[in-house]
């Protein structure tokens, strides 16, 4: 098979996995809404993060110990189609919980893994430009992923939709056997045992030595994540339904909107990265989380711009807002974890951010929503912005940069 077909099989595989877990979750957020309450939609949304939180690890060691990564893909692919059938059987609030949680649980064995084989397809010369092709995938899967749930919410039923996420795992899953698998395979076997202790230690890595965490202010930049991520991703899970029923605009309308933000991080993430190079990581990071916090604000105030073009324009700006405070967080993040790291830690040390993603993912949803419901979906984004601005002054405080950008300008400019 020719390296482009590679490429154009593992970009399927990814295109379609992603899209089909945020049509789920779109769908699934407006419809128990609807049904519930804003609660309720938050907690669909902390079952998802829950599920990614607690098997990521879990994937990833098997991968890593077993060395069968296109296997484990196949088994995650299966598993995400089967936990989607419920909801065609059941369509209730706690069949939408349930299912949605099993469902990021197998969700969270697909980035990892296939990240990995894309890595290896790229080679020592060719791996910026493979993870690249991988996360051009991905965010184009989330675009597209957010304005078919508009228009499939506008004119089909919700067990249609349900049926359309399985279509999607299932066509994932297939573009996969055409992967093939250039890691290394372990001689041995590895025992039950042996995979449930490297899933503890990177679920909580070195017990006994934790005096690299604190390296330039590394361990702020890791509370300062879960903070942020508390106040986006608990904005997040209930924004497709506030968006409907209450800034009031159409389906179709509001996964336009959404898909503004991964969208815009394709342009982003490029950009920033040279950005990275020049100016250093942590300003990078402050205004990452200073732009999530912004976003949070502009979220509370959608309803204050008049119905019409003004308000459309004022929230394409907002989830651009978002897109490019969030590729600033990460591109800095991930350069500045990648300079303190000792070079035997640092996959360990990335392990911990998706953690500390995870734990906001879990906590945020659920306490944005209980807010809303209690009080106003405005109210609730506004007590969130606090929580991002939070963020932003632990990083601003706590971080040492760890770029020396004089020297690499004296460098670059020869």
């Known amino acids: 098979m020719t390296s482009r077909r590679q490429w154009a099989a593992l970009s399927l595989a990814t295109f379609t996995r992603f899209a089909g877990a945020i049509l789920m979750g779109t769908a699934l957020a407006v419809v128990v809404e609807s049904r519930t309450s804003a609660f309720a ?68 064995g697909f980035a990892p893994v296939a990240l990995a084989i894309a890595s290896h397809h790229g080679g020592t010369t060719g791996r910026g430009r493979s993870i690249g092709i991988f996360n051009s995938a991905r965010s184009g899967g989330f675009a597209v992923g957010y304005v078919v749930a508009g228009g499939l919410l506008e004119y089909v039923t919700p067990v249609d939709i349900y049926w359309a996420v399985a279509g999607l795992t299932f066509l994932s899953t297939v573009a996969v056997v055409a992967v093939a698998d250039p890691t290394p395979t372990p001689d041995s076997e590895p025992t039950v045992r042996e995979v449930l202790a490297e899933t503890r230690r990177r679920l909580f890595p070195a017990p006994d030595d934790r005096g690299h965490l604190t390296t330039n202010g590394l361990l702020w930049l890791y509370v300062a994540v879960a903070l942020r991520n508390v106040a986006v991703l608990g904005i997040m899970a209930i924004m497709a339904p ?3 029923s209450v800034v009031g605009v159409t389906q179709l309308l509001m996964g336009v909107l959404l898909a503004f933000n991964h969208g815009s991080q394709v ?60 590729s600033a967080m990460t591109i800095g993040g991930l350069a500045f974890i990648s300079d303190v790291a000792p070079a035997d830690r640092e996959s360990e040390l990335m392990g911990i951010r998706e ?23 405005e109210l609730a984004f506004a007590a969130a912005s606090l929580v991002g601005f939070l963020a932003a002054g632990l990083v601003a405080w706590g971080l040492v940069e760890t770029y020396d950008t004089e020297r690499m300008r004296v460098v670059i400019e020869g």
Request: cysteine-free; charged content about 10%; hydrophobic content about 60%.
């Open 41 to 108: 939609a938050g907690v669909v949304g902390t079952a998802y993060y829950a599920g990614l939180m607690f098997l990521s690890p879990f994937w990833g060691a098997l991968a890593d110990i077993t060395g069968r990564r296109r296997l484990v893909l196949l088994v995650t692919g299966i598993g995400g189609v089967l936990a989607a059938l419920p909801l065609v059987v059941a369509d209730t609030v706690p069949v939408a919980v349930g299912s949605r949680g099993l469902y990021a649980a197998f969700l969270a």
């Open 242 to 244: 506030f968006l409907v």
């Open 267 to 326: 342009v982003f993430m490029y950009a920033l990265g040279v950005v990275a190079d020049r100016v250093g990581r942590k300003p990078l990071v402050v205004v990452g989380m200073v732009g999530s916090a912004i976003f949070a604000v502009m979220a509370a105030g959608l309803t204050v711009a008049p119905p019409g073009p003004l308000r459309l324009g004022f929230g394409v700006a907002t989830f651009v807002v978002l897109g490019g405070s969030f």
């Open 355 to 377: 953690t500390a993603k995870g734990v906001g993912g879990v906590v945020g949803p659920a306490a944005v929503g209980g807010l809303a419901t209690l009080t106003s979906y």
